[in-house]
Protein backbone atom coordinates (compact mmCIF):
# COMPACT_ATOMS: atom_id res chain seq x y z
CA UNK A 1 0.00 0.00 0.00
CA UNK A 2 1.55 3.34 -1.27
CA UNK A 3 1.35 6.39 1.05
CA UNK A 4 1.17 9.45 -0.37
CA UNK A 5 2.84 12.20 1.94
CA UNK A 6 1.57 15.73 1.54
CA UNK A 7 3.84 18.46 2.85
CA UNK A 8 2.52 21.29 3.51
CA UNK A 9 4.54 24.09 2.43
CA UNK A 10 4.07 27.49 3.86
CA UNK A 11 3.94 30.53 1.26
CA UNK A 12 5.87 33.24 2.24
CA UNK A 13 4.41 36.13 1.01
CA UNK A 14 6.42 38.45 -1.22
CA UNK A 15 8.43 41.24 0.22
CA UNK A 16 6.34 44.28 -0.45
CA UNK A 17 6.84 46.69 -3.10
CA UNK A 18 8.10 50.16 -2.13
CA UNK A 19 5.42 52.54 -2.58
CA UNK A 20 5.05 54.65 -5.78
CA UNK A 21 5.17 58.21 -5.25
CA UNK A 22 2.42 59.80 -7.36
CA UNK A 23 3.29 62.55 -9.65
CA UNK A 24 1.58 66.03 -9.40
CA UNK A 25 -0.37 65.91 -12.35
CA UNK A 26 0.00 69.54 -14.01
CA UNK A 27 -3.14 71.10 -13.36
CA UNK A 28 -2.72 70.53 -9.41
CA UNK A 29 0.98 71.82 -9.45
CA UNK A 30 -0.43 75.03 -10.86
CA UNK A 31 -3.34 74.91 -8.19
CA UNK A 32 -0.78 75.09 -5.58
CA UNK A 33 1.63 77.66 -7.74
CA UNK A 34 -1.83 80.05 -7.80
CA UNK A 35 -2.41 79.67 -4.44
CA UNK A 36 1.22 80.96 -3.38
CA UNK A 37 -0.06 84.33 -3.54
CA UNK A 38 -2.40 84.41 -1.44
CA UNK A 39 -0.95 82.59 1.31
CA UNK A 40 1.94 85.27 1.03
CA UNK A 41 -0.77 87.67 1.46
CA UNK A 42 -1.94 86.09 4.39
CA UNK A 43 1.47 86.06 5.93
CA UNK A 44 2.23 89.33 5.33
CA UNK A 45 -1.27 91.11 5.92
CA UNK A 46 -2.93 89.11 8.46
CA UNK A 47 -0.60 86.77 10.25
CA UNK A 48 2.15 89.72 10.39
CA UNK A 49 0.34 92.83 11.51
CA UNK A 50 -1.55 90.40 14.39
CA UNK A 51 1.72 89.12 15.35
CA UNK A 52 3.55 91.84 15.46
CA UNK A 53 0.90 93.84 17.81
CA UNK A 54 0.77 90.81 20.30
CA UNK A 55 4.44 91.58 20.59
CA UNK A 56 3.91 95.06 21.04
CA UNK A 57 1.48 94.03 23.58
CA UNK A 58 3.65 91.46 25.29
CA UNK A 59 5.11 93.73 28.54
CA UNK A 60 2.94 93.65 31.73
CA UNK A 61 4.02 97.20 32.21
CA UNK A 62 1.80 97.85 29.17
CA UNK A 63 -1.64 96.59 30.77
CA UNK A 64 -0.75 98.09 34.31
CA UNK A 65 -0.93 101.18 32.08
CA UNK A 66 -3.91 100.39 30.41
CA UNK A 67 -5.62 99.62 33.67
CA UNK A 68 -4.45 102.57 35.25
CA UNK A 69 -5.69 105.06 32.78
CA UNK A 70 -8.88 106.17 33.92
CA UNK A 71 -10.46 106.68 30.24
CA UNK A 72 -9.85 102.42 29.52
CA UNK A 73 -12.67 101.94 32.54
CA UNK A 74 -14.89 104.35 30.97
CA UNK A 75 -14.30 102.54 26.96
CA UNK A 76 -14.95 99.27 28.75
CA UNK A 77 -18.42 100.30 30.12
CA UNK A 78 -19.22 101.93 26.91
CA UNK A 79 -18.83 98.54 25.29
CA UNK A 80 -20.98 96.74 27.39
CA UNK A 81 -23.81 99.20 27.01
CA UNK A 82 -22.87 99.53 23.80
CA UNK A 83 -23.19 95.33 23.30
CA UNK A 84 -26.14 95.04 25.66
CA UNK A 85 -28.33 98.28 24.69
CA UNK A 86 -28.16 98.79 21.10
CA UNK A 87 -27.84 94.86 19.90
CA UNK A 88 -30.84 93.89 21.49
CA UNK A 89 -32.71 96.60 20.39
CA UNK A 90 -31.47 96.10 17.24
CA UNK A 91 -32.34 91.98 16.99
CA UNK A 92 -35.73 92.62 18.78
CA UNK A 93 -36.73 95.59 15.83
CA UNK A 94 -35.25 93.23 12.96
CA UNK A 95 -37.65 90.18 14.45
CA UNK A 96 -40.71 92.68 14.61
CA UNK A 97 -39.43 94.34 10.99
CA UNK A 98 -39.07 90.38 9.20
CA UNK A 99 -42.76 89.70 10.19
CA UNK A 100 -43.76 93.00 8.11
CA UNK A 101 -41.53 92.90 5.15
CA UNK A 102 -42.24 89.05 4.43
CA UNK A 103 -45.97 89.88 3.66
CA UNK A 104 -46.60 89.28 -0.12
CA UNK A 105 -47.88 93.03 -1.01
CA UNK A 106 -46.55 95.26 -3.97
CA UNK A 107 -45.73 98.14 -1.70
CA UNK A 108 -44.15 96.41 0.95
CA UNK A 109 -41.69 95.37 -1.38
CA UNK A 110 -41.37 98.64 -2.86
CA UNK A 111 -40.35 99.46 0.54
CA UNK A 112 -38.37 97.28 1.22
CA UNK A 113 -35.63 97.99 -1.45
CA UNK A 114 -35.72 101.90 0.38
CA UNK A 115 -35.40 100.11 3.94
CA UNK A 116 -31.96 98.41 2.06
CA UNK A 117 -30.23 101.73 1.71
CA UNK A 118 -28.75 102.66 4.52
CA UNK A 119 -27.40 99.00 4.85
CA UNK A 120 -26.12 99.44 1.09
CA UNK A 121 -24.20 102.84 0.82
CA UNK A 122 -20.99 103.47 2.58
CA UNK A 123 -21.02 104.42 5.87
CA UNK A 124 -18.67 107.08 6.52
CA UNK A 125 -20.42 109.84 4.07
CA UNK A 126 -23.90 109.03 5.65
CA UNK A 127 -22.56 109.56 9.25
CA UNK A 128 -20.89 112.62 8.79
CA UNK A 129 -24.03 113.65 6.81
CA UNK A 130 -25.87 113.11 10.11
CA UNK A 131 -22.93 115.08 12.21
CA UNK A 132 -23.10 118.19 10.01
CA UNK A 133 -26.56 118.06 10.28
CA UNK A 134 -26.10 117.34 14.55
CA UNK A 135 -23.93 120.88 14.80
CA UNK A 136 -25.51 122.65 17.16
CA UNK A 137 -25.21 126.02 15.62
CA UNK A 138 -25.89 125.32 12.22
CA UNK A 139 -26.98 122.07 11.89
CA UNK A 140 -30.53 121.20 9.92
CA UNK A 141 -31.83 119.66 13.21
CA UNK A 142 -31.34 122.35 15.65
CA UNK A 143 -32.11 125.46 12.86
CA UNK A 144 -35.59 123.02 12.90
CA UNK A 145 -35.70 122.95 16.36
CA UNK A 146 -35.34 126.93 16.66
CA UNK A 147 -38.03 127.57 14.13
CA UNK A 148 -40.62 125.35 15.98
CA UNK A 149 -40.09 126.78 19.48
CA UNK A 150 -37.85 129.67 18.93
CA UNK A 151 -35.49 127.80 21.40
CA UNK A 152 -32.07 127.04 20.70
CA UNK A 153 -31.64 123.26 20.55
CA UNK A 154 -29.49 120.65 22.80
CA UNK A 155 -25.81 120.29 21.93
CA UNK A 156 -26.24 116.90 20.59
CA UNK A 157 -22.48 115.37 20.77
CA UNK A 158 -21.27 117.29 23.55
CA UNK A 159 -22.89 115.67 26.41
CA UNK A 160 -22.08 111.99 26.69
CA UNK A 161 -24.93 109.78 28.16
CA UNK A 162 -26.69 111.81 24.41
CA UNK A 163 -23.96 111.15 22.42
CA UNK A 164 -22.94 107.34 23.27
CA UNK A 165 -26.86 107.15 22.71
CA UNK A 166 -26.56 108.84 18.98
CA UNK A 167 -23.56 106.51 18.05
CA UNK A 168 -25.86 103.45 19.40
CA UNK A 169 -28.59 104.60 16.60
CA UNK A 170 -26.38 105.10 14.39
CA UNK A 171 -24.89 101.45 14.70
CA UNK A 172 -28.42 100.44 14.50
CA UNK A 173 -29.50 101.85 11.58
CA UNK A 174 -26.73 100.81 10.11
CA UNK A 175 -26.97 97.08 10.26
CA UNK A 176 -30.63 97.06 11.19
CA UNK A 177 -31.57 96.32 7.41
CA UNK A 178 -28.95 92.81 7.01
CA UNK A 179 -30.10 91.29 10.10
CA UNK A 180 -33.97 92.03 9.34
CA UNK A 181 -33.02 90.32 5.96
CA UNK A 182 -31.39 87.45 7.78
CA UNK A 183 -34.74 86.94 9.87
CA UNK A 184 -36.60 87.06 6.91
CA UNK A 185 -34.66 84.00 4.94
CA UNK A 186 -35.39 82.46 8.29
CA UNK A 187 -39.16 83.28 8.38
CA UNK A 188 -39.56 81.83 4.74
CA UNK A 189 -37.79 78.77 5.93
CA UNK A 190 -40.84 77.89 7.56
CA UNK A 191 -43.28 75.54 5.89
CA UNK A 192 -47.26 77.33 5.02
CA UNK A 193 -48.71 74.83 5.82
CA UNK A 194 -47.83 75.00 9.18
CA UNK A 195 -49.33 78.52 9.51
CA UNK A 196 -52.50 77.26 7.26
CA UNK A 197 -52.88 74.56 9.55
CA UNK A 198 -52.81 76.74 12.78
CA UNK A 199 -55.67 79.34 10.97
CA UNK A 200 -57.69 76.43 10.60
CA UNK A 201 -57.16 75.77 14.07
CA UNK A 202 -58.47 79.25 15.06
CA UNK A 203 -55.01 80.35 16.26
CA UNK A 204 -54.30 84.47 16.64
CA UNK A 205 -51.43 86.08 15.40
CA UNK A 206 -49.81 85.96 18.55
CA UNK A 207 -49.99 82.33 19.17
CA UNK A 208 -48.40 81.74 15.71
CA UNK A 209 -45.47 83.94 16.70
CA UNK A 210 -45.51 81.87 19.72
CA UNK A 211 -46.07 77.94 19.08
CA UNK A 212 -44.60 78.42 15.05
CA UNK A 213 -42.13 80.86 14.16
CA UNK A 214 -40.35 81.65 17.30
CA UNK A 215 -39.52 77.76 17.94
CA UNK A 216 -38.52 77.82 13.98
CA UNK A 217 -36.24 80.92 14.62
CA UNK A 218 -35.18 80.32 17.82
CA UNK A 219 -31.57 78.94 16.91
CA UNK A 220 -30.96 81.77 14.13
CA UNK A 221 -32.10 84.54 16.29
CA UNK A 222 -29.36 83.59 19.05
CA UNK A 223 -26.82 83.03 16.48
CA UNK A 224 -27.49 85.98 14.83
CA UNK A 225 -27.53 87.82 17.91
CA UNK A 226 -24.06 86.33 19.22
CA UNK A 227 -22.69 86.93 15.69
CA UNK A 228 -23.55 90.71 15.73
CA UNK A 229 -22.25 91.04 18.68
CA UNK A 230 -18.83 90.10 17.65
CA UNK A 231 -19.18 92.11 14.72
CA UNK A 232 -20.21 95.40 17.30
CA UNK A 233 -16.93 94.99 18.99
CA UNK A 234 -15.20 95.85 16.22
CA UNK A 235 -17.28 98.51 14.85
CA UNK A 236 -15.24 101.47 14.21
CA UNK A 237 -17.19 103.85 12.00
CA UNK A 238 -20.57 104.17 14.37
CA UNK A 239 -18.68 106.13 17.44
CA UNK A 240 -15.22 107.57 15.60
CA UNK A 241 -17.25 108.91 12.76
CA UNK A 242 -20.10 110.73 14.77
CA UNK A 243 -18.22 112.01 18.37
CA UNK A 244 -14.89 110.68 17.41
CA UNK A 245 -14.29 109.76 20.98
CA UNK A 246 -15.38 113.05 22.50
CA UNK A 247 -16.25 114.65 24.32
CA UNK A 248 -13.06 114.33 26.51
CA UNK A 249 -12.77 111.08 24.89
CA UNK A 250 -15.90 109.48 27.02
CA UNK A 251 -17.80 107.86 24.70
CA UNK A 252 -14.85 105.77 23.27
CA UNK A 253 -15.53 102.21 22.83
CA UNK A 254 -12.79 99.39 22.94
CA UNK A 255 -12.59 99.35 18.59
CA UNK A 256 -11.76 102.97 19.21
CA UNK A 257 -9.54 103.62 21.68
CA UNK A 258 -6.25 102.50 20.29
CA UNK A 259 -6.91 105.47 17.51
CA UNK A 260 -6.42 107.34 20.73
CA UNK A 261 -3.41 105.61 22.11
CA UNK A 262 -1.68 105.57 18.45
CA UNK A 263 -2.44 109.79 18.74
CA UNK A 264 -0.87 110.13 21.86
CA UNK A 265 1.93 107.86 20.09
CA UNK A 266 1.47 105.00 23.06
CA UNK A 267 1.76 102.04 20.66
CA UNK A 268 1.84 99.60 23.13
CA UNK A 269 -1.14 100.92 24.89
CA UNK A 270 -3.24 100.78 21.54
CA UNK A 271 -2.08 96.58 21.10
CA UNK A 272 -3.10 96.22 24.73
CA UNK A 273 -5.91 97.61 24.45
CA UNK A 274 -7.28 95.49 21.33
CA UNK A 275 -5.99 92.49 23.13
CA UNK A 276 -8.32 92.88 26.79
CA UNK A 277 -10.75 92.33 24.11
CA UNK A 278 -9.79 88.70 23.38
CA UNK A 279 -11.61 87.17 26.86
CA UNK A 280 -15.02 88.49 25.62
CA UNK A 281 -14.49 87.65 22.01
CA UNK A 282 -13.18 83.96 22.11
CA UNK A 283 -16.09 83.19 24.37
CA UNK A 284 -18.57 84.32 22.08
CA UNK A 285 -17.02 82.80 19.08
CA UNK A 286 -16.47 79.59 20.89
CA UNK A 287 -20.30 79.48 21.77
CA UNK A 288 -21.07 80.49 18.03
CA UNK A 289 -19.35 77.37 16.88
CA UNK A 290 -20.33 75.28 19.19
CA UNK A 291 -24.11 75.77 18.35
CA UNK A 292 -23.66 75.98 14.41
CA UNK A 293 -22.11 72.31 15.06
CA UNK A 294 -25.37 71.00 16.08
Do not use: C
Not at 7 to 19: H, L, N, R, S
Not at 26 to 52: M, Q
Not at 83 to 112: D, E, H, P, T, Y
Request: glycine share 4%.
Amino acid sequence: MNTTTIVAVEEVPAAAAPAVRRRASPWETWGRVLVLPYLLVFLVFVLYPVGYGLWLARHPASYEHLFADPIFFRTAINTVIFLVVAINIKMVIALVLSGFFIQARWWIKALSVLFILPWAVPSIPTILSVRFMLNPEWGVINQIIFQLTTRDGPNWLNEPALALSLSMVMHVWKSLPFWTLILVAGRMAIPSEQYEAAAVDGASSWQKFRYITWPSMRTLYLTSTILSMIWTLGDFNSVYLLTGGGPADLTHVLATLGIRYLRLDQVDLAMASIVVALPLVLPLVYFMMKRLSK
